[in-house]
């Protein structure tokens, strides 16, 4: 037996070990932003409505950790999160809204409806923020530490059992 | 009844195929006197019955919408037009792996039922590992994906087929993919026959090569008519995504076509033995890896199954029994087989041997481009491989084989002098040089598109030289096959090649009455309107299209909605001229514009010659359709020959002619 006719047996021997302990893993199905444990970008947006403020890099910068929620009037998740938003800003968060392609009209309306948990929402009409802080789809929420590091992306709307973990992120983020 | 009736026919053929293996091991062993050998044919015919009538009895109940069966239920719709019905047979995990399993036994079948020439020992050797292999996938189908499962309720609507399915594509892309991977099955069992009885030579050649060869055509066609349907179907303008379930189907391709080349350097020189077997192994055992790779949800694909991690182990256990099995027999038994008659580096042999290690380079640069994300997420690190890296390290190979397969064919058997074929060097190269340099002077574009570019007019024009001289009523079909073959590949290489270096592309937002020019093209937005079909809503734009002063022609691009199950699709739009195509595509509302009206997302692509990439794999299959017949055709022409001279030794022992008996009998010419 020559050693070369078993060289394609070895290779065979080798994938199948490899896909046998990959089929073992669990499969991560999302893909997390790029951008975590990096610095925010720079940003300033325009106050989404009138009557309170836009929201850039430097809001993010001392003090306590903060949150980041990405989500939008159009956007029906957002529905759904805005109670276990009101929850965290209960809990003493201070959550920063960025409120992607919308008109002000609009944005009133959904905070007349469902509650408001934000103390600043800026306006992200082209998506830009969205894509420079790599965000897959709204809603998402970022923890966000006290020298404006991303520390924690959480994709897809906050949930009641997100709403611990989350405090638990914004505790290890001080 | 029918789905009792389906189940009755898959377990009667995975019975059919323990006794096949049995009967053909039996015949091995005992040097095929066993009187238990002579049930391994006929248990390969019914097995072929018997698994096609299950998969039309399936097709029936897909026809039916019959919703007592799971399968049914879940993938089918009792709104849906018939066609989809039937093709959605197939569009999904368990009716897919029934059509592989049909197709597995029906190649099994036909061999059984056809191949007389082979020596029996070494047809009971092949015909066991055929029943082997069938064998395993019978278990898989049977034990973790059951087609006919019943429901205990039946559904009062099933859940219906993925929209992008619910094409005429489906019909064609999957059917004749699975032929093309299945069928290399025989090849496998062949060589594996031929590598036990150690039977590898010419005539066994002479035997594999025709199932190559039809697998091979079939794979051609099924990869051309894929290739075809992402691109107009998923709306993204490109025809190869170097997506993992693509590239599973390019590497049997790749084998195969290394196969069918180094079985003719074997049929006609008896060289060329270990590596033949190996490529037979190789060319099978891709489309298993394949099978796995798409159904395992080990990679991320468009082509995804519904994932299951206990059938991708239940493959895995399937592949490390047959090609880990066939890989041990062949460490083991190649070393017993001798490499066969020698020859120049300068020959056909030559050349066949240098193209085969580039087709084999490029097998070994996709497979790691495919498995390099498998093995880097078992470290936690997510790539993607795409074309960055495949087209540069393909093209590595690809250029100096498509270099030498220009050159190849001239050459003579065993040893040639290149000399000889001065002239048609020298025409080639020239050719190649002053395309090269007339695309360099009319634009920048990258290197890759212009070596293709040259290339594919300098391959264009060789693959016709081996007709040089030759008075063409006389020259055999099969040659016709490889310079119709080889041609293919130059029409296909230009229009890759074209398509990524001459393609236009506009991206705008526009209103209805505006009006956009891409490469000579003018393209008005008249109106956007919704329209509804069989199962589906949809926006359709009304778009004109015109060139130069001819009438404009309306284009109708569509953003679809299904309604079961919910998902959009893009249903774009194309005109086709014989130099490209203007391909359209309408995307989301975009905003308003200054004067109030809607603007909508247009996309738009001239693509200059992109249809000459399948006009070229139709070509290249075609060939292989020649070659085949023009092969059967010699075969049959010999058979008769051979028959009627037994008739006529036959008619004069019946005379008793003892002068004619004892003297040299006058063979007719083979």
New interface residues.
Partial sequence: ??II??I??AL??F??G????????D??QT?PSQMIEQPLPEFSLQPALDGMPGASKSDFIGGEPRLLNIWASWCLPCIAEAPHLERLKDEGVDIIGIAVRDQPAAVADFLSRYGNPYSRIGADDISALMLEIGASGVPETYVIDAQGNIRYQHIGDVRAETVPLLLEKLEEAR | MIAELGLAALWLSTALAVLQMVSGALGLKDGGNSQFAIYARPAAVVQAFLAVLAFFLLLYAFAVTDLSIKLVATNSHSAKPLIYKLTGTWGNHEGSMLLWVGVLALSGGLLAGLERRLPEKTMSATLAVQGFVALGFYAFLLLSSNPFERLPVPAIEGGGLNPLLQDIGLAIHPPTLYIGYVGLSVAFSLAMGALMTRQVNPNFAKILRPWVLGAWVFLTFGITAGSYWAYYELGWGGWWFWDPVENASLMPWLAATALLHSVSVLAARDALR?WTI?LG??AF?MSMLGT?LVR???LTSVHAFAVD?ER??FI?AL??LY??GS??I???R??SISEGKRFSVTSREGALVFNNVMLSAILAIVLLGT?YP??T??FDV?VSVGPPYFNPAGAIFAIPMLMVMAIGPLLRWKEDKPARIQFELALVASVVIAVIALVAILGDYGILPVLGLALSIGLAIAAFLPLRGRRLRLVPVATWGMVCAHFGVAVALFGMASESAFTEEKLAAVAPGDVEEVSGWTIELESVDPVAGPNWTAIEASVLASRDDEAPTRLAPQSRNFWSPPQPTSESALITRWDGQLYVVIGDQAGVDAAGNNRWQLRVWWKPFVTFIWYGGLLVAFGGILSIAGRVQVDLKRRRASAMGQERRDDLDALGDADAADGPVSEPAE
């Fill in positions: 037996m020559r006719f078993a394609p047996l065979f021997l994938f199948a490899l896909a046998a302990y990959m089929l073992t893993q499969k991560a893909i | 270990t190996m192994v190789l055992s796995f395992s949800g080990v991690p991708g182990s895995l592949l490390c090609i880990g890989l041990v062949f460490a083991l190649a070393g498995l498998l093995l997420e078992a997510r």
